[in-house]
């Protein structure tokens, strides 16, 4: 018997959504219909933090309580529309990645389980050179948002004392996330340095609150910046994006003003809709004006502990220093 299955216009396409009653969030019982509308309702905001970027993709088919397919290839089967660019991986190996270009492409990749959206932050025009710095604020063991919350209030004042707006958003957990806009000059390797230098600016002026330490037996309770979310092939998800957790939270864009009393427990796939459709996409500036990375270039420069480990899939890269976590290299020592 075949699937029962609806079809949605969606802008200049059809999407075909199978089995649209099954649940995909068991604590809210949405569904899978609930999970493709939630996309189309809110694509506009989602279209732009996603546009031309190379997309990974986290499928869950058959719900949230089911393992993850983490896929970074375009789906094999997929309709002409759907476009694809080529990615180099640390590896050195390629492989053609979902484009994201219309509402229609969330709204198919939805329909094949897709609850998260992971972009790379470069565009399919030059996929060497990132367009956007990334700060991953994540609360250790024992933390909730509201530590996320005050680092996110510091990494502005840094920020703006460089001339630098970053756009802030919920990680759809107890974390946050900023974005800002860079021109497109800048490799992945300049990047990341970038962000190492602001991780430690921002970690200077409240030690006891934030840490770059990459190692976690030296993070302690504090918020951790993962600069790393910098490197190639390392994704965070994209605003608006679903999670994978049975209430079905969303990684939501907020202003700086929203954030002081924000909860992420209130924005979930049924109440950021109407969210959006009274406020729009409150980042919808965040495309008028694209920084410079050179003044965090010159803090990188100076500062004479140098480059940072990298994630371990990755190739040993020049400068990186030993990749040994420092209980282990001590041990070695002895």
Same mark, same amino acid.
Request: aromatic residues 8%.
């Given at each position: 018997?075949?699937?029962?299955?609806?079809?949605?216009?969606?802008?200049?396409?059809?999407?075909?959504?199978?089995?649209p009653?099954?649940?995909?969030?068991?604590?809210?019982?949405?569904?899978?219909?609930?999970?493709?509308?939630?996309?189309?309702?809110?694509?506009?905001?989602?279209?732009?933090?996603?546009?031309?970027?190379?997309?990974?993709?986290?499928?869950?088919?058959?719900?949230?309580?089911?393992?993850?397919?983490?896929?970074?290839?375009?789906?094999?089967?997929?309709?002409?529309?759907?476009?694809?660019?080529?990615?180099?991986?640390?590896?050195? !190996? %390629?492989a053609? #990645?979902?484009?994201?270009?219309?509402?229609?492409?969330? @709204?198919?990749?939805?329909?094949?389980? *897709?609850? $998260?959206?992971?972009?790379?932050q470069?565009?399919?025009?030059?996929?060497?050179?990132?367009?956007?710095l990334?700060?991953?604020?994540d609360?250790?063991?024992?933390?909730?948002?509201?530590?996320?919350?005050?680092?996110?209030?510091?990494?502005?004042?840094?920020?703006?004392?460089?001339?630098?707006?970053?756009?802030?958003?919920?990680?759809?957990?107890?974390?946050?996330?900023?974005?800002?806009r860079?021109?497109p000059?800048?490799?992945?390797?300049?990047?990341?340095?970038?962000?190492?230098?602001?991780?430690?600016?921002?970690?200077?002026?409240?030690?006891?609150?934030?840490?770059?330490?990459?190692?976690?037996?030296?993070?302690?309770?504090?918020?951790?910046?993962?600069?790393?979310q910098?490197?190639?092939? !390392? %994704?965070?998800? #994209?605003?608006?994006?679903?999670?994978?957790?049975?209430? @079905?939270?969303?990684?939501?864009?907020? *202003?700086? $003003?929203?954030?002081?009393?924000?909860?992420?427990?209130?924005?979930?796939?049924?109440?950021?809709?109407?969210?959006?459709?009274?406020?729009?996409?409150?980042?919808?500036?965040?495309d008028?004006?694209?920084?410079?990375?050179?003044?965090?270039?010159?803090?990188?420069?100076?500062?004479?502990?140098?480059?940072?480990?990298?994630?371990?899939?990755?190739?040993?890269?020049?400068?990186?220093?030993?990749?040994?976590?420092?209980?282990?290299?001590?041990?070695?020592?002895?």
């Open positions: 018997m075949a699937s029962p299955f609806i079809e949605l216009e969606v802008g200049e396409r059809t999407v075909k959504v199978t089995n009653d099954k649940v995909y969030f068991p604590q809210l019982g949405a569904t899978k219909r609930e999970l493709v509308d939630y996309y189309v309702s809110v694509g506009e905001g989602a279209l732009r933090a996603l546009r031309d970027r190379p997309t990974n993709i986290k499928r869950h088919p058959d719900g949230v309580q089911t393992e993850a397919i983490y896929q970074k290839r375009m789906p094999p089967k997929h309709p002409d529309w759907l476009q694809s660019v080529t990615v180099t991986f640390p590896s050195g !190996r %390629t053609q #990645s979902l484009r994201v270009t219309e509402v229609a492409a969330l @709204a198919y990749c939805a329909n094949l389980g *897709t609850i $998260d959206f992971h972009p790379w470069v565009r399919a025009a030059d996929v060497e050179h990132p367009d956007e990334r700060i991953d604020l609360p250790q063991p024992g933390l909730d948002f509201d530590a996320a919350r005050r680092a996110a209030f510091l990494t502005r004042d840094v920020l703006g004392e460089l001339g630098m707006t970053g756009f802030v958003k919920t990680s759809g957990n107890r974390g946050a996330h900023i974005a800002v860079i021109e000059r800048w490799d992945f390797i300049q990047v990341r340095h970038a962000g190492i230098a602001l991780a430690r600016a921002v970690e200077e002026r409240d030690p006891g609150l934030v840490t770059t330490a990459w190692w976690k037996e030296e993070r302690g309770q504090r918020v951790f910046i993962d600069f790393n910098n490197a190639r092939d !390392r %994704t965070v998800v #994209s605003a608006y994006s679903v999670r994978a957790q049975p209430h @079905a939270p969303v990684s939501t864009p907020l *202003t700086w $003003d929203e954030l002081a009393d924000a909860d992420p427990r209130d924005f979930d796939i049924r109440t950021v809709p109407a969210r959006f459709a009274e406020l729009g996409d409150v980042h919808a500036a965040i008028d004006h694209a920084y410079s990375i050179e003044p965090l270039l010159e803090l990188y420069a100076k500062d004479d502990r140098g480059d940072m480990p990298y994630p371990p899939n990755y190739p040993k890269m020049p400068g990186e220093p030993m990749r040994v976590q420092p209980s282990r290299a001590r041990h070695q020592e002895d």
